[in-house]
């Protein structure tokens, strides 16, 4: 990566045109953040200068790309690089996304960047810094800091910088500096501004991060929460138990250790987020005990609705309600289960299994260890018993050994409601160990007498 920017450094400066690493790059390569991670460079040539400049250096791909293509990408073996040239502060505070001008001057496109610490750019021949807003020491102290000295001026040119900078705290476990944090609790309402589907990017960003359980925190202390999904404010104070005297952790507590437990993957994390969003709607007491009946189906419709509005896609939204709906199940296996019921657990969450398992595995934060570890061997069970049935049934499909055709045949009918219950009591019985999928003999008497009983 680092041969192929410096060789179009020494073609671009033999044109007299400028070209640095800049933003994320920078800061990544500082913070050793793994070796650069993407190469992102900027120019003060204009797009169809930096295709031709780029043009002899071979790359196998040139795409244009980028806010009113602004961005020229460029695709070489293994590596993506983009250029993209200078750009000037100009920013419609009324747009839901902001405006585009080309500038002149590293300087100027350097003072548009968010934070200090993504205001860095590095002169590739000469690998000289060029840090105008003292974003290394930034840096070295682990600080996020608003460039320049109006940060609510800078967050309302793009609102969305209020999400970055949380997500950049949870990412790299940076601390957000006074002056820049006052101003995101000051401008916090104007997140409603931005486009949802900017606001779901940043949020899966925030949740797949290593501090995620930071990135929560901060959005409900800086108030941001409110304006993505306010259904998690609900959670806090409303306790688990009705233990008087004692204080004890209440869901909001509860929910944030799942998600930094659980594994991050996106279906888990938000399954982890949204597991137990019902609670505090379903919450009733009884006998001095607290319930939450049915909290698992109120929260798979809450859980729709919170993640459509985020315009997240059908089949993930499908996928997180479905873990939401079936944690309980997964969290009340006891190994008594019979191999049907796995069975069924299997089939009804399909390809969410893991997901939910990973859950279950996460949904345990008992302080008590024999607890967690008896918890912990339930559900390490569970996924075995699920690998062994997931074999058996590659060998031998689960399905009834006898299908609609089959049976019309048989019985001399026509397609109808007739045929639903007969097929699912013998795809029922397949699932239960009770009639082998293959046994045709068997499943022709069970149908028989089916229908003699019913006529
Ligand atoms: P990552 O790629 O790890 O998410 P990044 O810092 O590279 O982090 P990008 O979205 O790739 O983030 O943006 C590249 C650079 O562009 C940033 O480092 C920053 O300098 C600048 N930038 C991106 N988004 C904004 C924004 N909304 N406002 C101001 N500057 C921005
Ligand atoms: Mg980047």
């Not at 690089?81 to 500038?103: L, Q």
Request: hydrophobic share 40%; net charge negative.
């Amino acid at each position: 990566m680092l041969d192929i920017i410096k060789m179009l450094a020494e073609t671009f400066h033999d044109q007299h045109k400028q070209l640095y690493m800049v933003g994320g790059t920078v800061r990544d390569d500082l913070l050793l953040r793994g070796q650069a991670s993407d190469g992102d460079l900027a120019t003060d040539a204009r797009p169809d200068e930096i295709k031709r400049l780029v043009a002899p250096t071979h790359p196998t791909a040139v795409v244009l790309v980028g806010e009113r293509f602004g961005t020229v990408r460029l695709h070489y073996d293994d590596s993506i690089i983009e250029i993209t040239t200078f750009r000037s502060e100009r920013y419609n505070p009324d747009s839901r996304k902001p405006e585009v001008c080309f500038g002149d001057s590293l300087e100027e496109d350097l003072a548009r960047r968010d934070f200090t610490i993504n205001a860095l750019a590095r002169d590739p021949l000469s690998d000289r810094i060029h840090d105008l807003f003292n974003g290394r020491r930034d840096l070295e102290d682990h600080i996020l800091r608003a460039v320049g000295d109006e940060p609510d001026k800078r967050f309302g040119e793009d609102p969305l910088r209020l999400l970055r900078a949380v997500r950049f705290a949870a990412q790299l476990d940076f601390e957000i500096e006074a002056e820049t944090r006052a101003a995101i609790v000051r401008q916090a309402s104007t997140l409603q501004k931005i486009s949802r589907e900017r606001i779901r990017d940043e949020m899966n960003k925030l949740l797949l991060s290593p501090h995620p359980t930071k990135g929560l925190d901060l959005l409900v202390e800086l108030g941001l929460m409110e304006w993505i999904i306010p259904e998690v404010l609900e959670l806090k104070g409303v306790s688990q138990k009705a233990t008087v005297g004692k204080s004890t952790k209440d869901i909001y507590a509860h929910v944030l250790r799942v998600v930094e437990r659980s594994s991050a993957r996106p279906v888990t994390r938000w399954g982890a987020l949204l597991h137990d969003i019902a609670k505090p709607r379903t919450k009733s007491v009884e006998d001095n005990k607290i319930h939450f009946f049915g909290h698992e189906d109120v929260g798979a419709y809450m859980a729709r609705d919170i993640l459509k509005r985020l315009h997240f896609d059908r089949e993930f939204i499908y996928h997180v309600s479905q873990v939401v709906k079936l944690h309980m199940r997964a969290n009340a296996y006891t190994s008594d289960w019979t191999d049907g019921a796995v069975r069924r657990l299997m089939l009804d969450s399909g390809d969410v299994l893991p997901d939910l398992l990973d859950l279950s595995r996460a949904d345990i934060t008992s302080y008590r260890m024999d607890k967690v570890n008896r918890a912990a061997a339930r559900v390490q069970e569970l996924a075995e018993r699920c690998q062994h049935l997931r074999e058996e049934a590659e060998r031998v499909p689960i399905k009834s050994p006898l299908d609609g055709n089959e049976l019309m045949e048989m019985f001399g009918r026509g397609p109808g409601p007739w045929l639903r219950p007969l097929k699912d009591h013998l795809l029922g019985l397949v699932i239960d160990g009770e009639l082998a999928s293959d046994d045709k003999e068997t499943a022709t008497n069970i149908a028989r007498q089916m229908m003699s009983e019913q006529s």
